[in-house]
């Protein structure tokens, strides 16, 4: 039995990767570059379309308990993360470009998986299939899965961040430091004063946006994890120094804290986080937009240090589209009216990088055991993936709306902790001990 995933993005390159890991041929459908999508920029699989962060590390993040847990279940996606990593403080950040192209070679000369490229407009009727199109699946399919769970969409805005050469940022402006000196000074600091910075978000609010074309401006809903910074500024005016202007946990080097002698003089600050391992290449942090590209170089040079900034991408903005899986999917990512169709990724309502890996993690092991004859697993809702695939298989349907992983969402400890770091390091410890007794009960290969 030749088991079929389509679509190759993060959550379908894991979900073929465990397919073949468990011994089952798999065929994994790429549209592109016959078809391309609003977003990408190339033909390869895994692509980042977005930032180059997969977040925190520190495990007692919910990133970062993500990260571990896939790392201990063997995922692909984040053992080539580890491999291509790049300095970014306290994240997990990537060389998109090698990263990519590493994963693409990887699974075009696995024995067991055929990379197919051209569009799948329907469903397959027969076998097992994964679902894993994500946030810009194409029309034709679109259609046939609305037809198939006889219910339509709900469609959120999703932003990129622009990336600039590094070379052209000036040096004697932007420092480098990360914030509470997390790593080792990845961040180039672009840091306001408040007449600089008043400036800006005047400039900003008053900046003109692009046309969303075929997108339907007047159903657009933006998700506020990747929000876009001229939505956040209008928001109010202290809204982006309270978000990713932030000046705070960081220092230039020589000992005054930003937060201390030198806050008025720095009154926000702009982050820009190294995109390649050579650091020619750096994103803004957070300001994913949809101002006019145009617009963007004026407004953002009016950022000190980033005066002559050579912008080598601008920022970007494409429609996400995601199913009501509250209603549609069981916790093992199977539909429920057909178990031999799974989905995983942004399709599912999850939200990040790290999330579709674990999706694709999970349906791609349950595809695999069912061309096995094995039962699917359920995995606990006290791991960081259980509990996200737990509440996007119940959450209330009406107000369903995509989900990061997060603390939130994993049930309680038995004895109440209020001190919050304490705390999540107690859910990390829970959660990768109920792991360990998975992995020694060898329900997991």
């Known amino acids: 039995m030749t088991i079929q995933v389509i679509g190759g993005g993060l959550a379908g390159t894991e979900a073929a990767w465990q397919i073949a890991r468990a011994g089952v041929p798999v065929v994994l459908h790429e549209m592109r570059p016959e078809s391309l999508s609003p977003a990408h920029h190339s033909s390869e699989l895994a692509e980042l379309v977005c930032s180059n962060s997969f977040g925190a590390k520190a495990s007692d993040r919910a990133a970062g308990l993500l990260h571990e847990e896939l790392r201990q279940l063997g995922s692909i996606i984040i053992s080539r993360a580890d491999e291509n990593e790049v300095p970014a403080g306290g994240a997990l950040a990537v060389d998109r470009g090698v990263f990519s192209r590493s994963l693409t070679e990887t699974l075009a000369n696995h024995p ?87 400036r800006f978000w005047q400039e900003l609010c008053a900046a003109e946006q692009a046309e969303l074309k075929e997108f339907d401006r007047e159903s657009a809903k933006f998700f506020e994890g990747c929000l876009p910074i001229e939505e956040m500024a209008k928001r109010g005016e202290d809204t982006m120094r309270y978000g990713p202007l932030k000046p ?165 400890l038995p004895v109440k902790v209020r001190n919050k770091r304490e705390r999540y390091g107690k859910y990390r410890d829970r959660s990768l001990a109920d792991l360990a007794t998975l992995l020694n009960k060898e329900l997991i290969a």
């Open 112 to 198: 067991l998986i055929e990379l197919r490229r051209g569009e799948v407009k329907e469903i397959p009727k027969e076998g097992i299939v994964v679902l894993t199109t994500g946030p810009l699946t194409s029309a034709a399919l679109t259609e046939d899965l609305q037809r198939f769970t006889g219910m339509g969409y709900m469609s959120f805005f999703d932003a990129a961040s622009p990336i600039v050469v590094g070379e052209s940022v000036n040096p004697n402006i932007a420092f480098r430091a990360s914030r509470y000196d997390k790593g080792d000074a990845d961040y180039l600091n672009c840091p306001m004063n408040k007449e600089q910075y008043l």
């Open 248 to 412: 705070v946990g960081l220092s230039r080097g020589d000992g005054d804290s930003l937060a201390g002698t030198l806050r008025e003089r720095f009154y926000a600050v702009v982050q820009l986080r190294q995109e390649d391992k050579a650091g020619q290449l750096w994103n803004m942090v957070g300001f994913q937009t949809n101002l006019r590209w145009g617009e963007q170089k004026r407004v953002f040079r009016l950022i000190p240090g980033l005066e002559k900034a050579e912008f080598v991408r601008m920022g970007v903005m494409h429609r996400n589209t995601f199913i009501n899986s509250p209603e549609l999917l069981e916790p093992t990512l199977q539909f429920k009216k057909r178990p031999t169709l799974l989905a995983a990724g942004q399709l599912t309502g999850t939200e990040g990088y790290t999330a579709a890996a674990a999706g694709g993690w999970l349906a791609g092991t349950n595809a695999g055991r069912l061309a096995k004859g094995l039962p699917p697993l359920q995995l606990p809702a006290t791991m960081m993936m259980g509990a996200l695939f737990d509440f996007i298989s119940s959450a209330s349907p009406k107000h369903f709306q995509p989900m990061p992983p997060n603390f939130g969402i994993i049930p309680e």
